[in-house]
């Protein structure tokens, strides 16, 4: 049997191989090909990290010899030797998964050097402050990523050197400095792991390799995974490749770069550089980075070169590049290639710029943009009217597009916390790390005093769509004392800021924001999206206004309308009240009664905002219970108000308490037993319709839909008290009217017997929350106390009711739409749960053939791209 392979030189892979080299190695494979100035190396698969779980945390023997053979072949490649005394080589071991996480797990720069290396590099190239340079960089970098020793001791004996030596910037420090230095950082390392820094590159190799193994499962990268639905089983690969030198000089630097403005979408080349550094100098922030269009003036030579293997990889890969380079004593090497994160306006612009150049048809450029990125244009930015009045006191960096809000948060930990409790808050820091995810996740916006374009903070930020301004060096922060200190003014925890990611100023207030409007390239890409897909898109809106903003959005109906929230309302709860105190029928259909003309008229206004779009309208949802008070003086004052003693009221709440009540007396149960309740709804829907109809011509066909059925019995029962009263309604107002009675499936015993309920339903929509609920067992408020001990041992690595599980809630879903299909042919099907809006489910409701989903208003352009693209890769 053939020995399976687990390590590849980037001479034997090609682009074909993403799942098993890793995005950036299959990359590196294919620059290879294409005869760009690559560092050669080799990537260690996929495959070997997962194996390395699967064998207990531990790389095979067999892996083991695999990656040392490889090394050889590399020794041949570039005429070095790994771990030699004379001409040594070094690498750098990167992580590389099949999609980009950037900044989510870690890299390990010059490793290979030891004290006789390092003084073998330093006769070699006649630079000893580049050799200990490099490795002060590798002793730091290894200790923190393999070794869990913190940065942060080690970065302040580099700030004690530079004070002591009266220098500012670490280039400024001589050889002898360097060298010192890395006598202090080995004592630091054996006073803080017990033993001496290890001196043995194979050992360092694998100490590496394994650690990148490892940080595939660090806390940040699973929050981010989450966050962006990369299956744990995937795995990283590691790529081992050649060191080539930034920092040898100043005929040497090393950069970041985008082959189009990541920010706006602009075509023109958009990075930074430095001289005489290191890749992690770049993006630290610790000194200012030149802009790329400066090389131009610097190296003309270079600058020729660069943009000609930048055009040549952006043709080659039909998209925005973000690439990695670096000069070595004035030779330019590409270290990595991959397609760019970048804010919503920019992939927008981007993608249309891209078919309008020939480049991509409307089909591949509508897969170019990821339908959650647009969830960041369809919330507020700042009032324009307000900005004018209002100054800003500091200015940074405009890193991501949008505008925030909020109280300051200094630290990831109390940003989280404090947007757990509600509170909106803006996460403002000397410069983020990759530790601070879950802070930025929580945080309306993102404010750093050090860091560039392409800094940590910038670029995670564009990639989750977050307001973010960076490399404001006016600000003051002190983290410890928890006070910023911005144009002579000390801000705290209690105190708002407001900054703007578009343009870079920062406000010392709370300013108000507006909702913006689909124009522009946003209009464009939409449209092709629409001429794509073939599932329809409506929302779920309660409200006129919520109706009409999802109709500016591109809903194509309601898909679930909660009557239930319309009770709510201060002018309506007494009468609500009333209806479930009442002791017999004749009082509640008094209570119901006034209730009818506020729900006729919420239906017309929903009606109007419609116009001709159909509209899905629930009946009375949850359990009663939920109407009454709980707090002993509002108990009292109800009972005042309904004329009820206080003992009379809390025997009624007392009646209606449940052990279970997600489970208990709500949906189509309490128009079983209370059927005046179904006939008020009918009567306010059947009537609001009517009145449409006559006094705007509107064709409306309501849809009203009976909720929880779980037996073809109730749900007849119910339908029939819908019939009779629509009946006697239109006989009433002398109008005919088309409407249709559906159901809800939202539980498993209605997916189940799906084929019997579809003889009286004529939809069926699935209300996934519930369904959800039913079908794992466990309820969706209390799940959040345990679901994050599933998250941590694997049991789970998403959220079921955030993403749909496809396993087992869809395959009931499977099940009722293939049953119900067979009882009536063309029985509509749409889904009204929360995963409504999620692509991944949207994806998986395109290819049960329903006829829609329905979401938030907000969501809608979200789902809209989410069909067009299920609807490309189905044709694929």
């Known amino acids: 049997m053939e020995k399976k392979q687990y390590v590849y030189l980037f001479s034997e892979g090609n682009a074909s191989m993403k799942n098993l080299l890793g995005g950036k190695g299959a990359n590196l494979a294919d620059m290879t090909t294409l005869g760009i100035p690559v560092p050669q190396g080799f990537t260690v698969t996929t495959e070997a990290c997962n194996k390395y779980y699967a064998d207990g945390k531990m790389i095979a023997p067999q892996i083991i010899e695999e990656i040392h053979e490889k090394m050889k072949e590399l020794e041949e490649q570039t005429g070095k030797e790994f771990g030699s005394l004379t001409n040594p080589l070094l690498v750098s071991v990167r992580s590389g998964a099949r999609v980009s996480m950037p900044g989510m797990m870690d890299t390990i720069l010059n490793l290979g050097l030891n004290d006789e290396a390092v003084e073998a590099m330093a006769k070699l190239t006649n630079n000893p402050r580049f050799a200990y340079d490099s490795y002060r960089r590798f002793i730091q970098m290894f200790a923190d990523v393999v070794m869990d020793v913190e940065k942060r001791l080690f970065e302040e004996l580099l700030d004690e050197m530079k004070e002591s030596k009266g220098v500012h910037f670490d280039t400024d420090l001589t050889a002898d400095d360097l060298k010192e230095l890395v006598g ?152 990595q290639t991959r397609n760019g994160k970048r804010t919503a306006q920019a992939a927008l612009k981007i ?67 404090r947007h757990e409790n509600g509170e909106k808050v803006v996460l403002v820091r000397l410069e983020t790390s990759p530790e601070d995810i879950e802070g930025m996740i929580a945080a309306e916006g993102i404010l750093t005093v050090r860091g560039g374009m392409t800094s940590h903070a910038a670029v995670v930020a564009r990639g989750m769509g977050t307001c973010c301004v960076a490399g404001c060096g006016e600000l003051k922060v002190n983290e410890e004392a928890k006070t910023l200190e911005i144009a002579g003014r000390v801000l705290t925890t209690e105190d708002f800021i407001s900054i703007d990611g578009t343009t870079g100023n920062i406000y010392a207030e709370a300013l108000n924001t507006v909702t913006p409007e689909i124009t522009g390239y946003f209009a464009t890409f939409m449209n092709w999206a629409d001429e794509i897909r073939s599932l329809k898109v409506r929302t779920n809106a309660d409200t006129p206004r919520d109706a009409k903003q999802a109709v500016e959005f591109g809903a194509e109906g309601i898909g679930l309308c909660r009557t239930e929230h319309m009770f709510f309302a201060e002018d309506r709860i007494a009468a609500v009240r009333e209806m479930i105190v009442a002791k017999n029928e004749d009082q509640r259909r008094k209570a119901l009664e006034k209730l009818l003309p506020m729900q006729r008229e919420d239906f017309i206004g929903i009606y ?78 059947i009537e609001a319709a009517i009145e449409v109809k006559q006094n705007k011509g509107f064709n409306v066909v309501p849809e009203i839909m009976i909720p929880l059925v779980g037996e073809i019995k109730e749900l007849k029962y119910v339908k029939d008290v819908v019939v009779e009263t629509a009946k006697k309604v239109m006989e009433e107002k002398g109008v005919e009217l088309e409407y249709k009675v559906g159901t809800m499936i939202e539980i498993p015993r209605a997916a189940l017997t799906a084929d019997e309920i579809a003889k009286e339903a004529e939809f069926f929509s699935f209300g996934t929350n519930d369904l959800t609920q039913m079908t794992f067992g466990f309820s969706r408020d209390d799940a959040g106390k345990f679901l994050a001990d599933y998250y941590d041992k694997k049991v789970y690595e998403q959220d079921p009711f955030a993403k749909l599980d496809q396993t087992g809630v869809g395959a009931l879903m499977k099940i009722a739409c293939e049953k119900g299909k067979t009882t009536r042919e063309n029985i509509k099907l749409g889904i009204c749960g929360e995963h409504g809006g999620d692509p991944a489910s949207v994806e998986f409701c395109h290819s049960l053939g329903l006829n829609y989903v329905s979401c938030s208003p907000f969501r809608v352009p979200v789902a809209r791209l989410a069909a067009a693209q299920a609807q490309v890769k189905n044709k694929r």
């Open 351 to 417: 993608a249309v710029d891209l078919v309008e150049e020939e480049m991509l048809s409307k089909e591949k450029a509508i897969l170019k943009v990821d339908p959650k990125q647009l969830d960041t244009l369809l919330h507020p930015t700042f009032d324009e009217e307000k900005m004018k009045k209002v100054n800003p006191v500091a200015k940074g960096l405009p890193a991501s597009p949008g505008a925030a809000c909020g109280k300051i948060s200094f630290t990831a930990e109390e940003a989280k916390v």
């Open 608 to 685: 109007e905002a419609l116009e001709d779009r159909p509209a899905t309208i629930r009946f009375l949802d949850p359990p009663l219970h939920e109407f009454l008070p709980t707090d002993e003086a509002d108990i009292i004052a109800l009972a005042s108000e309904m004329d009820l003693s206080v003992e009379e009221l809390n025997g009624t709440i007392e009646s209606l308490h449940e052990f279970n009540p997600m489970m208990g007396h709500r949906g189509c149960r309490l128009a079983v037993s209370y059927p005046e309740i179904a006939e008020m709804q009918t009567r306010a829907i």
């Open 184 to 335: 202090q950082f080995k004592v630091l390392y054996k006073k803080e792991k017990g033993e001496e820094f290890p001196s043995d590159p194979k050992t360092q190799l694998i100490e590496a390799i394994t650690a990148v193994f490892r940080s595939w499962d660090n806390p940040r990268a699973i929050v981010y995974r989450r966050l962006n639905d990369i299956p744990g089983e995937w795995g990283t690969a590691v790529n081992v490749q050649q060191m080539v030198f930034g920092n040898k000089g100043e005929t040497s630097g090393t950069g970041v770069a985008f082959s189009r403005n990541p920010a706006t979408g602009e075509n023109l080349i958009y990075g930074e550089y430095l001289m005489n550094a290191q890749g992690e100098d770049v993006v630290a922030g610790i000194r200012t980075p030149q802009p790329i269009s400066q090389l131009e003036e610097q190296n003309p030579v270079i600058y020729k070169q660069f943009m000609d293997i930048v055009n040549k990889l952006e043709k080659h890969y039909k998209d925005m590049q973000d690439m990695e380079f670096t000069i070595e004593d004035g030779v330019l090497y590409f270290l």
